[in-house]
């Protein structure tokens, strides 16, 4: 059976002399809305936007007469659109044919029957509380925080009334972020509309700008009367000396402490030059930022901020002695930050003990710092029983080793595993050999598996029967050969005991086309295939049709149309599972 027109992508609109039909068509001027001279693809979003635009009719309090007349109109082109939809179901009743031109009749007469319905629909006339929770729908789900913006204004350019329940609703206004240029008047307006609503606040670089230290710091002293009631904030710039200037702007307001903090989550990532840090050489100069003496703050000038859950910190440092907040965290981040500059054991055990409820943890080029961080840890491993993701990118392998002994996770669902090549990585797979049966997500990313480490390389993933999805990035033929051997024989395929019999969901991007087709097809003749790969959009180009028609025989599903980093449902779906 055809689907229905508009939930397609688009259909075909040839020049005609009516958008409606000679059994129904709208009248009122819609009646000779056509779409430009000439065969064209149209969305019916497109289109619709098009007949709006050639409609003469102007929004105006509807007399009786008008109502009556609207609704004859409605009701004549609802039964064409029925007549129309029963018809192609007819001619589709017994062979397929092209019903091209009958979607196309059917989708215009429904648009216009839209474009009429919508003026006399009773919106005023619902109950206050029932239109605020519809706006809220609306402005709750935008697909980018850019649209989500325009929606809020543009909900309140619809009429005073519009405009009066969605400024009067704080919650509307309390998640912002700030993509206007200084002196960021419309991000500042939403503040003063969410009222004491907690706020979740973005503020970052963009490619057309870059923000100065001035203009940071005189946004934080706007910002300042609202600081108590931030629930989240998310910092991204290049810069150093912003960068400071938000440092120290938590930390003067910690120290006077009226009226406290409720932050829950805190980002700040420094984008720039990873290799610039205050008061180290770098290419000879010793770097001093501009305008600050000191470069070393304590979170929240050293005050504890029990609502805490969620920290990230890349590519910066603070005073991690004297800062007693990182307790009773469910989420711990932090990445690029030299060895000498991470917290100290001590503090980083600290953490992993006061927070029962970590969930998250990720460490990227980022850990622990001793005086000897490649030795194995001596004292007690910390059982962390609600972890549940762990991500370990940019290390070297001692390092590795002794970051993971300071800690256990039998409850581990989710390991990623990035940046693991170059050196020989054999021994961290050795060490890595039965510490997390229960992993059913794996992401391996720019990891190497040479000839002499595969052994081990096999025992470890066959440590992880449960393993369902694996999201694979930038790999080569060494390590994909992991999956296709024997555990107890050490032989490769065709064999039907393999390495992770469950695995049967892929993520993948940035593969060779030949490896990739090659790993699916081994699995396949192995009795294990894989039921269903997202690809990245990227990666399918390199693929072709013709490839990725080959490669669809070998696997049930095949979804080419996934953004970078996007988190598929079978990932929450084996998260949620206890």
């Not at 007349?69 to 009743?93: D, F, M, P």
């Not at 440590?463 to 024989?489: G, K, Q, V, W, Y």
């Amino acid at each position: 059976m055809a689907s229905d027109p508009l939930t397609s992508a688009g259909f075909s609109c040839a020049d005609r002399s009516s958008s409606g039909t000679s059994d129904g068509g709208p009248s009122q001027g819609l009646s000779h809305t056509a779409p430009p001279p000439g065969p064209q693809v149209f969305s019916s979003e497109h289109y619709l936007r098009f007949i709006l635009q050639q409609d003469p009719w102007k929004p105006h309090p509807l007399s009786p007469e008008e109502i009556q007349n609207v609704r004859r109109q409605c009701s004549k082109l609802l039964r064409t659109c029925i007549r129309q939809r029963a018809y192609v179901r007819l001619l589709l009743k017994d062979q397929p044919v092209d019903t091209s031109e009958e979607h196309e009749q059917y989708a215009l007469t429904l648009i216009a029957y839209q474009v009429i319905y919508w003026r006399t629909f009773r919106i005023y006339d619902l109950p206050r509380e029932i239109l605020s929770n519809i706006i809220r729908f609306v402005v709750w789900s935008p697909p980018s925080p850019p649209i989500g913006t325009r929606w809020r204004l543009q909900l309140t350019w619809v009429s005073r009334y519009f405009r009066n329940i969605a400024i009067s609703d704080s919650t509307l206004w309390n998640a912002i972020w700030f993509c206007d240029n200084p002196p960021f008047e419309r991000s500042l307006a939403f503040i003063e509309r969410s009222r004491t609503s907690p706020l979740d606040l973005c503020l970052n670089d963009t490619p057309t700008h870059k923000f100065t230290d001035q203009e940071i710091c005189a946004l934080l002293k706007n910002l300042t009367p609202h600081l108590n009631h931030i629930r989240v904030l998310i910092i991204l710039f290049e810069d150093w000396e912003p960068i400071l200037s938000v440092l120290k702007w938590l930390s003067d307001y910690g120290r006077e402490g009226v009226p406290p903090l409720t932050m829950e989550r805190l980002e700040i990532h420094r984008t720039g030059n990873p290799y610039l840090w205050p008061g180290l050489v770098w290419r000879g100069t010793k770097f001093v930022p501009v305008n600050h003496s000191i470069s070393l703050y304590s979170l929240f000038g050293g005050r504890y901020v029990p609502e805490l859950k969620s920290f990230t910190m890349n590519g910066i440092n603070i005073d991690w002695e004297n800062t007693p907040s990182l307790n009773n965290l469910t989420t711990l981040d932090l990445r690029r930050v030299p060895l000498e500059l991470c917290p100290p054991v001590s503090c980083f055990r600290r953490i992993l003990a006061t927070s029962p409820m970590l969930m998250k943890l990720s460490l990227d080029g980022a850990g622990p710092a001793s005086s000897n961080p490649t030795t194995i840890s001596t004292c007690p491993a910390i059982n962390l029983l609600h972890l549940h993701t762990l991500v370990l990118a940019n290390f070297v392998i001692p390092l590795t080793k002794s970051i993971i002994s300071h800690f256990t996770a039998p409850n581990l669902k989710d390991l990623s595993i990035m940046y693991f090549k170059g050196v020989d990585y054999g021994p961290f797979y050795e060490f890595m050999i039965g510490r997390f049966q229960k992993i059913k997500l794996l992401t391996l990313h720019s990891a190497s598996c040479p000839i002499d480490v595969l052994p081990v390389m096999i025992k470890w993933l066959d440590s992880m029967p449960l393993l369902t999805c694996a999201r694979l990035s930038a790999l080569e033929h060494d390590i994909l050969r992991a999956f296709l051997f024997n555990p107890h024989t050490m032989k490769v395929h065709p064999d039907t005991c393999i390495v992770s019999p469950r695995l049967n969901v892929l993520t993948v991007e940035n593969l060779q086309p030949e490896i990739f087709a090659k790993f699916v097809l081994a699995r396949k003749l192995c009795g294990i295939p894989v039921k269903k790969t997202y690809m990245a959009q990227t990666m399918a180009k390199d693929f072709g049709a013709a490839a990725l028609a080959d490669i669809s025989q070998d696997i049930d599903s095949l979804i080419t149309r996934v953004d970078i980093g996007a988190k598929i449902r079978e990932e929450e779906e084996l998260l949620n599972e206890p």
